[in-house]
């Protein structure tokens, strides 16, 4: 690759993470006028803690798509994977503190396998990942859909904790959630697993003619995605203190998540993106929630906003010249 | 370069984090009493509670003769003189959703009933937070109005009942009143529970009446909305029961309200075979069922649907025999009077039951007549007719 | 072009036929026709031919819609909002037209126009602002249907003027064998075949060019945006087809039409439709309708719970979607990736179809 072309695709890497921080700035600056004109203050520790709360399940998600986007995949199974995390957490642990870890530890292993069955489909069956993971997704939420009638299971008040308390206005559950994505943020960065994601979401055939399994990066990304998922299905558990069948498709977080991962500047063939751009449009999306609460928008609109937010946003982004790359890598769209 | 900002931006913001660590918030969570390894199975059933409201259905209900929205049934009072303010009185409401024409109905009535109530100076403000059927955002509403919203009051209407409960207690433990109503949730702490009588007594009144339009062994099919909502589930496992004992045979479908979605079902059980009876959990919908009688040709079933306009409508025209049971609209006004009354300090009810009184045949005309002119998604049991707006706003049915 | 002029041995031609069934392009037909016989044998009303044209014309709006979503998969995109389009035709419909015949004709021509213009924002901005189609159509869902619930209330204002619902219901009465043809089930077959013209059509080709590879579009001087509009707006007008329908058949109601995308991106591609563009074939896209809902009336007959039937949809779309990639790689095994719209086709279709008018379709 020549440095003349390094040198742009450098400066529009910089430039959309720090784009979405600039949208987030400009959001919160009209939402603080506008919850202002309510008779609110929006720097007010109580709606703080409101956004933050809100950022800390779909952010959790959203950093979880954002790796299975970047290989270029999708993964709509979240929802049911939250809803069932949640609910195999509050059975095992029944309301008794002993049984914290067991039940922690069998969600985790529910959403891994969840995980493990959306990457073997994708690479193994050679499946598309919306079409698989919409397929997991529905074969999940009929077993859901049978096998309960309501909320289950009962969370002890020490994992309730988790979910209700914080360090000033900040909830503990967003500080996991950003730990998480430092985390995940670090290994996209400094192991050979995280390029190896980057290098499959860019071109498959590429990568392969370079040497590289393929089919690894996009099963741990998918893996990483369905266990974060099922962390959020922990968290929720621990704020509802039950389990939920319903509670993961009540926040619609298979396309919101998306939504924010595109939103933080992830394109959605892959190759190219960042976690702090995805936790940026989880805010965005965090803070207009909070602000048309606070002025109590009709909830009709809310839907409105949020989808003219979604295409406006992307739209003064994408169009700065991402095509030009796309069309080095014309047969990405027959491999997907 | 890009590699060194993100290391900064992380530095900084873990620091910032560290920097806004205060002392940690009083655990907001009270302790529960710990569990002792039950699980909660979920079996809707409960014969205790479809006996008593079995009995309540013949209670004549007590308050005012005309005033259904105010009357009780079984009613153990408690002073609510504590409570009693002169300054101002701000109602705070979180509503689980205006997301189905039941509750947006309400949702208007409860609005017309607020500016009496405002002009009267019963109540000085309602802020109202909508959480869009989500137990999340609700937890994250009520919390919200805790913290911020400067509250004389708290009304909640849940979203669902046991993922609610802590939260309901959050509201109880800041001292002032709350009032549920709609659904309920697993804690008596709140000052009222304000409902119409109950699940079961629908199922009772729906099943009976089909039970004694059908014979032994005719088909009922039951058109279910969505699993796992406690005030639907509990109508069907009362009329699932009267069923079985009578030899009626029944099978339920869940419809997700989709007219398209209840035309095929009811068109493939045409096609098995007669179908003598329908039941609704819930009216929406209920044109479409009977639409399909029609599209293949076979006479109307028995039929129980809602009060909702669009059914009474066709019900009307049809000249089927039917029955309209009811999950009184209007509690969406008494839960505002329960406010006014809690702030001058007046009793209420603990438990506010309200009356339920299905519509019958001979009742039909009059429903009709009070309803002239309103639309398709309107329930007739709104009880909002001596409210200023009747009836322009609820036929214009803008929502506030 | 292949050498399918010649005439082959009529064993041959079986072979042949049989080749295709149980090729990607080919194997939702043998699916649908086991499903068929499978719902027969479970209920042998069904085959009546009055109740096989029933069950025709419920599943007519769905295919329709199916037809439209293809148009838009093969040039390579999505479109998330036809469901909200159908939801908002129909609110259009029972609000404006009411009880008042006369309305029944403006009424439809604004509701035409509102499906072209739909189309027209969901193509535009998907091509000249460049944002992905996913997004747009997400967004352009979320909106109408806030939109849509905010102007109703929730709920519908009433059932138009029955005779524009006779479209979704009626049809002509007193036919011999079938009792009645839907006015559903003829729209549906004006659709298939006008569908079926547009594909063959040198505009077609562009547009299944569009989606295989959109470098050499480029290079060929084709407009790609107004290409890929257009199968935008041919997935709105559709929808709004399948939203008079619909009227029809269930009454106006919000959650009509709820769920639709997912359906009809379903349909396709287990039509044999490569999600991402370049190949498949329309008619393939409406029998992928087709076996849905048969696979879900099957499901009722068989008195399987309705709460597995997620389950089972999500086992048979991996299903047939796996197998058409797969049986799709290993004939393109050792071949060197397309280069261009043609090159894998004009091998893949020498054995000679059954269908003659394929051949240039589908890879």
Same mark, same amino acid.
């Given at each position: 690759?020549?440095?003349?072309?390094?040198?742009?695709?450098?400066?529009?890497?910089?430039?959309?993470?720090?784009?979405?921080?600039?949208?987030?700035?400009?959001?919160?600056?009209?939402?603080?006028?506008?919850?202002? !004109?309510?008779?609110?203050?929006?720097?007010?520790?109580?709606?703080?803690?409101?956004?933050?709360?809100?950022?800390?399940?779909?952010?959790?998600?959203?950093?979880?798509? !954002?790796?299975?986007?970047?290989?270029?995949?999708?993964?709509?199974?979240?929802?049911?994977?939250?809803?069932?995390?949640?609910?195999?957490?509050?059975?095992?642990?029944?309301?008794?503190?002993?049984?914290?870890?067991?039940?922690?530890?069998?969600?985790?292993?529910?959403?891994?396998?969840?995980?493990?069955?959306?990457?073997?489909?994708?690479?193994?069956?050679?499946?598309?990942?919306?079409?698989?993971?919409?397929?997991?997704?529905?074969?999940?939420?009929?077993?859901?859909?049978?096998?309960?009638?309501?909320?289950?299971?009962?969370?002890?008040?020490?994992?309730?904790?988790?979910?209700?308390?914080?360090?000033?206005?900040?909830?503990?559950?967003?500080?996991?959630?950003?730990?998480?994505?430092?985390?995940?943020?670090?290994?996209?960065?400094?192991?050979?697993?995280?390029?190896?994601?980057?290098?499959?979401?860019?071109?498959?055939?590429?990568?392969?003619?370079?040497?590289?399994?393929?089919?690894?990066?996009?099963?741990?990304?998918?893996?990483?995605?369905?266990?974060?998922?099922?962390?959020?299905?922990?968290?929720?558990?621990?704020?509802?203190?039950?389990?939920?069948?319903?509670?993961?498709?009540?926040?619609?977080?298979?396309?919101?998540?998306?939504?924010?991962?595109?939103?933080?500047?992830?394109?959605?063939?892959?190759?190219?993106?960042?976690?702090?751009?995805?936790?940026?449009?989880?805010?965005?999306?965090?803070?207009?929630?909070?602000?048309?609460?606070?002025?109590?928008?009709?909830?009709?609109?809310?839907?409105?906003?949020?989808?003219?937010?979604?295409?406006?946003?992307?739209?003064?982004?994408?169009?700065?010249?991402?095509?030009?790359?796309?069309?080095?890598?014309?047969?990405?769209?027959?491999?997907? | 370069?890009?590699?060194?900002?993100?290391?900064?931006?992380?530095?900084?913001?873990?620091?910032?984090?560290?920097?806004?660590?205060?002392?940690? +918030?009083?655990?907001?969570?009270?302790?529960?009493?710990?569990?002792?390894?039950?699980? *909660?199975?979920?079996?809707?059933?409960?014969?205790?509670?479809?006996? !008593?409201?079995?009995?309540?259905?013949?209670?004549?209900?007590?308050?005012?003769?005309?005033?259904?929205?105010?009357?009780?049934?079984?009613?153990?009072?408690?002073?609510?003189?504590?409570?009693?303010?002169?300054?101002?009185?701000?109602?705070?409401?979180?509503?689980?959703?205006?997301?189905?024409?039941?509750?947006?109905?309400?949702?208007? !009535?409860?609005?017309?009933?607020?500016?009496?109530?405002?002009?009267?100076?019963?109540?000085?403000?309602?802020?109202?937070?909508?959480?869009?059927?989500?137990?999340?955002?609700?937890?994250?509403?009520?919390?919200?109005?805790?913290?911020?919203?400067?509250?004389?009051?708290?009304?909640?209407?849940?979203?669902?009942?046991?993922?609610?409960?802590?939260?309901?207690?959050?509201?109880?433990?800041?001292?002032?009143?709350?009032?549920?109503?709609?659904?309920?949730?697993?804690?008596?702490?709140?000052?009222?529970?304000?409902?119409?009588?109950?699940?079961?007594?629908?199922?009772?009144?729906?099943?009976?009446?089909?039970?004694?339009?059908?014979?032994?062994?005719?088909?009922?099919?039951?058109?279910?909305?969505?699993?796992?909502?406690?005030?639907?589930?509990?109508?069907?496992?009362?009329?699932?029961?009267?069923?079985?004992?009578?030899?009626?045979?029944?099978?339920?479908?869940?419809?997700?309200?989709?007219?398209?979605?209840?035309?095929?079902?009811?068109?493939?059980?045409?096609?098995?075979?007669?179908?003598?009876?329908?039941?609704?959990?819930?009216?929406?919908?209920?044109?479409?069922?009977?639409?399909?009688?029609?599209?293949?040709?076979?006479?109307?079933?028995?039929?129980?649907?809602?009060?909702?306009?669009?059914?009474?409508?066709?019900?009307?025209?049809?000249?089927?025999?039917?029955?309209?049971?009811?999950?009184?609209?209007?509690?969406?006004?008494?839960?505002?009077?329960?406010?006014?009354?809690?702030?001058?300090?007046?009793?209420?009810?603990?438990?506010?039951?309200?009356?339920?009184?299905?519509?019958?045949?001979?009742?039909?005309? *009059?429903?009709?007549?009070?309803?002239?002119?309103?639309?398709?998604?309107?329930?007739?049991?709104?009880?909002?007719?001596?409210?200023?707006?009747?009836?322009?706003?609820?036929?214009?049915?803008?929502?506030? | 072009?292949?050498?399918?002029?010649?005439?082959?041995?009529?064993?041959?031609?079986?072979?042949?036929?049989?080749?295709?069934?149980?090729?990607?392009?080919?194997?939702?037909?043998?699916?649908?026709?086991?499903?068929?016989?499978?719902?027969?044998?479970?209920?042998?009303?069904?085959?009546?031919?009055?109740?096989?044209?029933?069950?025709?014309?419920?599943?007519?709006?769905?295919?329709?819609?199916?037809?439209?979503?293809?148009?838009?998969?093969?040039?390579?995109?999505?479109?998330?909002?036809?469901?909200?389009?159908?939801?908002?035709?129909?609110?259009?419909?029972?609000?404006?037209?009411?009880?008042? *015949?006369?309305?029944?004709?403006?009424?439809?021509?604004?509701?035409?126009?509102?499906?072209?213009?739909?189309?027209?924002?969901?193509?535009?901005?998907?091509?000249?602002?460049?944002?992905?189609?996913?997004?747009?159509?997400?967004?352009?869902?979320?909106?109408?249907?806030?939109?849509?619930?905010?102007?109703?209330?929730?709920?519908?204002?009433?059932?138009?003027?029955?005779?524009?619902?006779?479209?979704?219901?009626?049809?002509?009465?007193?036919?011999?064998?079938?009792?009645?043809?839907?006015?559903?089930?003829?729209?549906?077959?004006? +659709?298939?075949?006008?569908?079926?013209?547009?594909?063959?059509?040198?505009?077609?080709?562009?547009?299944?060019?569009?989606?295989?590879?959109?470098?050499?579009?480029?290079?060929?001087?084709?407009?790609?945006?107004?290409?890929?509009?257009?199968?935008?707006?041919?997935?709105?007008?559709?929808?709004?087809?399948?939203?008079?329908?619909?009227?029809?058949?269930?009454?106006?109601?919000?959650?009509?039409?709820?769920?639709?995308?997912?359906?009809?991106?379903?349909?396709?591609?287990?039509?044999?439709?490569?999600?991402?563009?370049?190949?498949?074939?329309?008619?393939?896209?409406?029998?992928?309708?087709?076996?849905?809902?048969?696979?879900?009336?099957?499901?009722?007959?068989?008195?399987?719970?309705?709460?597995?039937?997620?389950?089972?949809?999500?086992?048979?779309?991996?299903?047939?979607?796996?197998?058409?990639?797969?049986?799709?790689?290993?004939?393109?095994?050792?071949?060197?990736?397309?280069?261009?719209?043609?090159?894998?086709?004009?091998?893949?279709?020498?054995?000679?179809?059954?269908?003659?008018?394929?051949?240039?379709?589908?890879?």
């Amino acid at each position: 690759m020549s440095t003349a072309t390094t040198r742009p695709k450098r400066r529009m890497r910089l430039d959309s993470t720090v784009i979405v921080y600039i949208a987030l700035i400009v959001v919160i600056i009209i939402g603080a006028i506008l919850v202002n !004109t309510a008779g609110r203050n929006f720097f007010s520790l109580g709606n703080i803690r409101d956004i933050l709360t809100g950022m800390s399940v779909l952010g959790l998600v959203a950093v979880g798509q !954002t790796l299975v986007i970047l290989t270029g995949s999708l993964d709509l199974s979240v929802p049911y994977v939250i809803s069932l995390s949640s609910l195999l957490a509050a059975e095992t642990m029944r309301g008794n503190p002993n049984n914290i870890a067991q039940g922690v530890l069998l969600a985790l292993a529910f959403a891994a396998i969840a995980g493990l069955a959306n990457g073997l489909v994708v690479t193994k069956l050679k499946v598309n990942g919306f079409i698989a993971t919409l397929g997991v997704g529905l074969i999940i939420k009929g077993y859901l859909d049978t096998n309960y009638q309501g909320s289950a299971g009962s969370v002890p008040a020490a994992f309730q904790f988790i979910g209700a308390t914080g360090l000033g206005p900040v909830p503990i559950s967003t500080i996991i959630m950003l730990a998480l994505a430092t985390l995940v943020f670090l290994f996209l960065r400094k192991t050979r697993m995280g390029h190896h994601i980057y290098a499959v979401g860019g071109s498959l055939e590429v990568s392969r003619l370079s040497g590289l399994r393929t089919a690894r990066p996009i099963i741990v990304a998918h893996v990483i995605c369905s266990v974060m998922a099922g962390l959020a299905g922990l968290l929720l558990a621990s704020r509802l203190g039950v389990g939920s069948p319903t509670v993961g498709s009540q926040g619609g977080y298979d396309l919101l998540s998306i939504a924010a991962v595109v939103l933080g500047g992830t394109i959605l063939a892959g190759g190219r993106g960042s976690i702090w751009g995805t936790i940026g449009g989880v805010a965005i999306f965090a803070v207009l929630d909070s602000v048309m609460s606070a002025i109590q928008f009709n909830p009709f609109l809310k839907d409105v906003v949020r989808g003219v937010v979604i295409v406006a946003a992307v739209a003064i982004y994408t169009g700065r010249g991402v095509e030009r790359r796309r069309a080095r890598f014309a047969t990405k769209e027959v491999q997907r | 370069m890009r590699r060194s900002i993100n290391m900064a931006a992380t530095v900084v913001g873990i620091a910032a984090i560290v920097a806004l660590a205060g002392c940690t +918030t009083d655990p907001s969570v009270t302790e529960p009493s710990e569990g002792d390894g039950t699980t *909660e199975e979920i079996n809707w059933f409960d014969q205790a509670v479809f006996d !008593t409201q079995n009995a309540q259905r013949d209670v004549v209900p007590e308050g005012p003769e005309g005033q259904p929205y105010l009357q009780y049934i079984d009613a153990e009072m408690v002073d609510t003189s504590q409570y009693k303010v002169d300054g101002p009185k701000k109602v705070c409401f979180a509503n689980a959703s205006i997301s189905n024409p039941w509750r947006i109905t309400g949702w208007i !009535t409860m609005n017309e009933q607020l500016k009496v109530l405002q002009e009267q100076g019963a109540i000085s403000e309602m802020e109202t937070r909508d959480a869009q059927d989500s137990d999340d955002t609700q937890i994250a509403d009520i919390d919200y109005f805790i913290e911020e919203g400067n509250c004389d009051l708290f009304l909640i209407s849940p979203n669902s009942t046991a993922a609610m409960t802590p939260a309901v207690e959050r509201a109880c433990d800041t001292g002032k009143p709350v009032i549920v109503f709609d659904r309920g949730v697993l804690t008596d702490c709140p000052v009222t529970f304000i409902h119409p009588i109950g699940g079961f007594a629908w199922g009772i009144d729906t099943a009976e009446f089909l039970i004694d339009n059908l014979q032994e062994g005719d088909k009922v099919v039951a058109l279910r909305i969505l699993p796992g909502v406690d005030v639907l589930e509990t109508r069907w496992a009362g009329a699932e029961k009267l069923f079985a004992e009578a030899g009626i045979e029944a099978v339920d479908y869940f419809t997700g309200a989709d007219p398209a979605e209840i035309k095929k079902i009811i068109s493939d059980e045409l096609a098995k075979g007669d179908v003598n009876g329908i039941w609704m959990d819930a009216g929406d919908g209920g044109v479409a069922a009977l639409e399909a009688f029609e599209d293949a040709g076979v006479d109307y079933p028995v039929m129980t649907g809602e009060d909702q306009i669009a059914f009474l409508n066709k019900w009307k025209s049809t000249g089927i025999t039917g029955l309209a049971p009811v999950y009184s609209n209007f509690q969406w006004r008494t839960a505002l009077l329960a406010a006014q009354k809690i702030f001058a300090g007046e009793e209420v009810p603990k438990e506010w039951v309200l009356p339920q009184k299905p519509i019958t045949a001979e009742d039909l005309d *009059e429903v009709l007549a009070v309803n002239e002119g309103m639309p398709d998604g309107h329930y007739a049991t709104f009880g909002g007719e001596d409210l200023p707006g009747y009836p322009t706003v609820w036929q214009e049915r803008i929502v506030p | 072009m292949s050498d399918a002029t010649t005439a082959p041995a009529f064993g041959t031609r079986a072979l042949n036929a049989l080749r295709v069934l149980i090729s990607p392009r080919g194997a939702v037909f043998l699916l649908l026709a086991i499903l068929l016989v499978a719902i027969t044998a479970l209920n042998p009303n069904f085959a009546d031919p009055g109740q096989f044209i029933r069950f025709v014309q419920r599943v007519a709006p769905i295919a329709i819609v199916a037809i439209g979503q293809y148009f838009v998969i093969v040039s390579g995109e999505f479109d998330l909002s036809v469901g909200s389009v159908i939801a908002t035709q129909v609110v259009l419909a029972g609000n404006l037209i009411g009880q008042d *015949e006369s309305k029944i004709v403006p009424v439809t021509l604004l509701m035409i126009g509102v499906g072209i213009l739909i189309g027209l924002i969901n193509g535009l901005v998907t091509t000249l602002l460049r944002v992905p189609s996913f997004i747009v159509t997400l967004g352009m869902m979320l909106a109408l249907l806030g939109i849509v619930y905010y102007v109703t209330g929730g709920s519908a204002s009433g059932n138009p003027v029955d005779s524009f619902r006779e479209i979704g219901r009626g049809g002509i009465r007193d036919v011999p064998i079938f009792g009645i043809i839907p006015w559903a089930v003829i729209i549906l077959a004006v +659709t298939l075949a006008v569908a079926i013209l547009i594909s063959k059509s040198p505009y077609g080709k562009t547009l299944i060019a569009a989606g295989d590879n959109v470098t050499t579009q480029r290079y060929s001087g084709v407009r790609v945006w107004w290409v890929k509009t257009s199968a935008f707006v041919i997935s709105s007008l559709s929808a709004t087809i399948a939203g008079i329908l619909l009227v029809g058949y269930a009454g106006v109601h919000p959650s009509v039409g709820r769920g639709y995308e997912f359906i009809a991106i379903t349909a396709v591609v287990l039509g044999g439709v490569v999600l991402g563009g370049g190949r498949g074939w329309v008619v393939a896209a409406a029998a992928g309708a087709f076996t849905l809902e048969a696979l879900f009336t099957l499901l009722n007959f068989a008195d399987v719970p309705s709460t597995w039937r997620d389950t089972i949809q999500g086992v048979i779309i991996i299903a047939a979607v796996a197998y058409s990639a797969v049986a799709f790689r290993a004939r393109r095994k050792g071949r060197a990736p397309l280069a261009s719209p043609e090159q894998g086709k004009a091998s893949e279709s020498a054995p000679a179809d059954p269908a003659p008018h394929t051949t240039s379709m589908e890879g």
